[in-house]
Structure formats: C-alpha cells, structure tokens
C-alpha cells in the first residue's frame, strides 16, 4: 500500500534531484547492464565483497564488473550473454573461494546458457 502525503514541492523536487545525484554518480549508467546483478547477501553486501576480492574491472570477452561500482557488470563493448554468464560464474566462484559468501544473481537469464 502507498501513502502519499502533501509537501513543499521545492523541498520535494530538491529530495529528487539529490536522489538523482547519487545514483549518477555511484552506478555506471554510462554502459549497458543489467542493473545490479547479484543479490544482497545476507549480512554483506555484494559489490563490496566483489571489490574486496579484487575483481574491480575483471572482465570476460565484452563484459567487465564495473569499475565504478563492482555490484554491476556492464557492458564495455559487444559482450555476449556468455560473456556474461561466464564473469558472473567466475566472480560467484572467487568469492566463494576467498569468503564463503555465496552470490545469488538478481538478474533473471532468459532462455538456454
């Protein structure tokens, strides 16, 4: 159920546009992706265990963990659904490996891999 509530529409709109901000400048929105594309772990969080295990830019063919933020893998270029696959498989394998976490992907595959 959503409650809305009346408010200031300055105070509204500069609530919005700080919003903005920070999703523009934490989250690669300049390359194609799926959005985030492993869950939170209970406890954790996936783009800092991702980083801690040192696979910021890692990549696989066209398609690389964002160096911006390592909860995203982005498209740098011509990456294939097995690219994409394959660095996700990877990334799940190393920091499993390096922390007994395992990764759940919040992207849903569509079709055979």
């Known amino acids: 159920m959503i409650v809305l509530k009346t408010g200031d529409p300055k105070e509204i ?25 492993f ?6 969080f996936a783009g800092k265990l991702i980083m801690d295990a040192g696979l910021r830019g890692f990549s696989v063919g066209g398609a690389q963990i964002s160096e911006k933020h390592c909860g ?14 394959e660095l996700m498989d990877e990334t799940k394998k190393i920091v499993m490996e390096k922390f007994g976490v395992a990764l759940e992907p919040e992207v849903k595959r569509l079709g055979q891999f």
């Not at 709109?13 to 985030?36: C, F, H, I, N, W």
């Not at 995203?72 to 696959?85: E, L, R, S």
């Open 13 to 37: 709109k500069a609530a919005m546009d700080e919003l903005k901000e920070k999703r523009v400048t934490k989250q690669p929105l300049e390359y194609p992706s799926a959005g985030s594309t």
């Open 39 to 44: 869950k939170r772990p209970e406890g954790y």
């Open 72 to 85: 995203f893998v982005i498209n740098k270029g011509n990456a294939t659904a097995k690219d994409v696959t």
